[in-house]
């Protein structure tokens, strides 16, 4: 089974500054991840994943997330926050269909981190 | 066009009524889903469907019954309303299951309150 860990369910961050949001994960086998951002009253919005191929991937809004295996960590950056990041962010592990068994589609999210700016 | 749209958006309802939450893609996914987030916003899977076939159902009660009339709907439909079932509830889709790369699209979710 997968599991996923946020450290830090609250980050604050001024704007412009960098925001960083961490992301460990555990799986028996090699690993999807996602990013989705969550606005207040809103649905989830996938803002990157990783699947195969280079590990820094590049989402939307100017994110961007590096899957480091020996870490087992997918931890979310930008460079320079802005007012509109402020939202929950949730970080998200599923395994490949060819893993087999019962977890394939199934994602299994973290906790979640809210993130605040700071004019 | 909204790709993913639930009905109701909120609920309210008494312990021990019978309530519905629908959900409707117009993505042409193979896939829907329903999670529950509760209020510590943790998000967990409930079930998957995949062409009208359930194929994930993670030990929710059976008091919870999705229902897909077509591959483009997924209903939830729950029995015997409990106070601990208050939450938000998403519904999602995906192109397939198994691909494991397909990103699934979220509703906006319906907030359920049992009083």
């Known amino acids: 089974a997968q599991s996923v860990t946020q450290l830090g369910s609250h980050v604050s961050v001024s704007e412009g500054a960098l925001v960083l949001l961490r992301c460990n994960y555990s799986?028996?086998?090699?690993?999807?991840l996602f990013w989705y951002v969550q606005y207040p009253n809103q649905g989830l919005q996938l803002l990157l994943k990783y699947t195969t191929g280079a590990t820094l991937v590049k989402g939307i809004n100017g994110f961007e997330a590096e899957f480091k295996k020996s870490e087992t960590s997918f931890h979310l950056t930008k460079p320079s926050a802005h007012m509109s990041d402020a939202a929950e962010y949730f970080c998200a592990v599923t395994v490949p269909s060819n893993a087999g068994g019962t977890s394939y589609g199934k994602l299994t999210f973290g906790q979640g981190t809210i993130l605040t700016v700071h004019p | 066009d909204t790709a993913v749209s639930q009905t109701p958006k909120y609920l309210v309802t008494q312990m021990g009524n019978d309530k519905s939450i629908k959900c409707e893609q117009n993505?042409?996914?193979?896939?829907m889903y329903w999670y529950k987030q509760d209020s510590k916003k943790f998000l967990k899977i409930m079930f998957s469907y995949n062409n009208k076939e359930l194929i994930i159902n993670e030990t929710v009660p059976n008091r919870f019954s999705p229902k897909s009339p077509d591959k483009a709907h997924l209903n939830l439909h729950i029995n015997s309303l409990e106070l601990g079932d208050s939450a938000v509830y998403f519904c999602?889709?995906?192109?397939?299951?198994?691909?494991?790369?397909?990103?699934?699209?979220f509703g906006p979710g319906t907030r359920l309150t049992v009083l």
């Open positions: 999602a889709s995906s192109q397939r299951v198994g691909g494991g790369t397909d990103t699934q699209y």
């Open positions: 993505l042409g996914h193979d896939t």
């Open positions: 799986s028996s086998v090699p690993p999807y």
